[in-house]
């Protein structure tokens, strides 16, 4: 749902390799990731949602791999509970929050000897 909202991309069920452990957002949302097929990216026609969507950027699974590119932020509340999340570097770009969690949890379930 959040492909075709955000990107306009309709994903077929027939792409769809499975589903990723639910996850919390911020707003106390479940959230339940997609893992799918989407076949080459220069086939797809993306139409961001400018109200959702800031920048379409791609990383190549071989820069996610590298470590690198690959860091944690540490975040700690007013109560003083401190946690530490994932995030990917590239450049100008980073990927953190929900986004970089679900893009580890999908390199675990890809690449387990690798990531």
Same mark, same amino acid.
């Given at each position: 749902?959040?492909?075709?909202?955000?990107?306009?991309?309709?994903?077929?069920?027939?792409?769809?390799?499975?589903?990723?452990?639910?996850?919390?957002?911020?707003? +106390?949302?479940?959230?339940?990731?997609? /893992?799918?097929?989407? #076949? $080459?990216?220069?086939?797809?026609? =993306? &139409?961001?949602?400018?109200?959702?969507?800031?920048?379409?950027?791609?990383?190549?699974?071989?820069?996610?791999?590298?470590?690198?590119?690959?860091?944690?932020?540490?975040?700690?509340?007013?109560? +003083?509970?401190?946690?530490?999340?994932? /995030?990917?570097?590239? #450049? $100008?770009?980073?990927?953190?929050? =929900? &986004?970089?969690?679900?893009?580890?949890?999908?390199?675990?379930?890809?690449?387990?000897?690798?990531?």
């Amino acid at each position: 749902r959040e492909t075709r909202e955000e990107l306009g991309v309709a994903v077929a069920a027939t792409s769809v390799w499975g589903q990723l452990r639910t996850l919390p957002d911020r707003h +106390g949302m479940t959230v339940a990731p997609v /893992v799918a097929n989407l #076949g $080459p990216l220069e086939a797809l026609t =993306l &139409t961001p949602n400018p109200d959702e969507v800031e920048e379409v950027f791609t990383l190549p699974l071989a820069h996610l791999l590298r470590e690198e590119n690959q860091g944690y932020t540490h975040f700690r509340t007013a109560a +003083g509970y401190g946690y530490t999340l994932p /995030v990917f570097l590239n #450049g $100008p770009h980073k990927v953190w929050g =929900l &986004t970089a969690i679900v893009t580890e949890l999908t390199l675990e379930l890809l690449v387990p000897g690798r990531y």
